[in-house]
């Protein structure tokens, strides 16, 4: 999962190390909870839309998308119970699929 974290969130992503906290990385899980800046997030707030719409409808089918390309075996979630700006950064986890979490 340490080439996942690095593949997705740095390289596709372009994200800082200094922007994703990771709360797990096991060989099969990783957690991560990222402050980026976030066009989604500026747009939504700036728009009045609850970002636990746009990011399902912008964001998520993106991130889904990316990662079944690196492997299809690879499945991605969005926690909604922690997500800005309701909390102070985004929490996803991205596993193996077969995988309880």
Not at 29 to 52: A, E, F, H, Q, Y
Not at 78 to 86: C, F, L, Q, V
Request: proline share 5%; with cysteine; charged share 30%.
């Amino acid at each position: 999962m340490n080439d996942v974290y690095k593949l997705f969130y740095l390289n596709f992503l372009r994200l800082h190390e200094n922007d994703v906290e990771i709360v797990r990385l096991e060989d099969d899980v990783l957690v991560t909870r990222c402050k980026n800046p976030c066009p989604i997030l500026r747009l939504s707030l700036s728009l009045n839309v609850d970002t636990k719409t746009s990011c399902k409808i912008v964001s998520e089918p993106v991130c889904k998308y990316v990662l079944r390309k690196l492997n299809p075996n690879l499945v991605f979630k969005r926690n909604y119970e922690h997500i800005r700006p309701y909390s102070e950064s985004c929490e996803e986890t991205i596993y193996w699929k077969g995988r309880v979490c």
